[in-house]
């Protein structure tokens, strides 16, 4: 698999970005929940997974996170709330896709460690 250098991976399509944290939050939930062991497959995973991934659930995680972004993350994280062709209707919508191109931010750009901390702490705050 190859990887971007922050600086290049910071210069994709804000879409680019999005659309890789979605698939990367949706595992992390996913694989969280697995090795976790205490949900019953299916439906009920899918509920509490979805709980995370979707839009509201996104918006509050950014919320709870506040001052763990780092000047680049909140960079990336605004560029990802305000980019054009947003339903400009939802709030959480704009929270949640400015998070999934911070989360595929640090993916591409194989910050694998940091990227790890953001979302233990995220559904960390989550769950408690």
Known sequence: MEFLDANAAALLPIQHLAWIGDAVYELYSRQRLVVAGDTQPG???????????CAGGQAAAVARLG????????????????????????????????????????????????LEQLLQQSFDEGEG
């Open 43 to 53: 439906k009920h995973a899918h509920r509490v997974s979805a709980a995370f991934t």
């Open 67 to 114: 001052d763990f972004f780092s000047q680049q993350e909140l960079d990336l994280l605004r560029r990802g709330r305000n980019a054009k062709g947003l339903p400009r209707n939802s709030a959480e919508y704009c929270q949640a896709t400015g998070l999934e191109v911070v989360v595929g931010w640090l993916w591409l750009s194989s910050q694998h460690s940091r």
